[in-house]
Nanobody, 126 residues
Framework: VQLQAYGGGVAQAGDSLRLSCAVS????????VGWFRQAPGKEREFVAA????????YYSDSVRGRFTISRDNTKNTAYLQMNSLKPEDTAIYYCAALLTLPSDYVPVGSDEYDYWGQGTQLTVSS
């Protein structure tokens, strides 16, 4: 299973941006997908995750209400819609996948995921 995250870039505080995670090499709808981020000098942290069905989502406290995770199983792609961006959102964003079907379990720990994309950089200026 291969994951490719894209859509990062440079944004201003308050802007919106959408990240995408394209998944290939497996049956996308069998996998839960998570987004993580790592800022310079910090550990990788959980951002959001969605179940294989799309029915269950989890968010970190720092992004809840501003970010929305979703998926389109017909396009083998997961998304992270980011609104009201803040400078502290600056990080490399990674998507990850874990085979969970038929369970609707949604992993939030980075060590739970088996497959990772290469990351996409987001820089938010004030």
């Amino acid at each position: 299973v291969q994951l490719q995250a894209y859509g990062g870039g440079v944004a201003q505080a308050g802007d919106s941006l959408r990240l995408s995670c394209a998944v290939s090499g497996g049956t996308f709808s069998n996998y839960a997908v998570g987004w993580f981020r790592q800022a310079p000098g910090k550990e990788r942290e959980f951002v959001a995750a969605v179940s294989w069905s799309g029915h269950i989502t989890y968010y970190s406290d720092s992004v809840r209400g501003r970010f929305t995770i979703s998926r389109d199983n017909t396009k083998n792609t997961a998304y992270l819609q980011m609104n009201s961006l803040k400078p502290e959102d600056t990080a490399i964003y990674y998507c990850a996948a874990l085979l969970t079907l038929p369970s609707d379990y949604v992993p939030v720990g980075s060590d739970e995921y088996d497959y990772w994309g290469q990351g996409t950089q987001l820089t938010v200026s004030s």
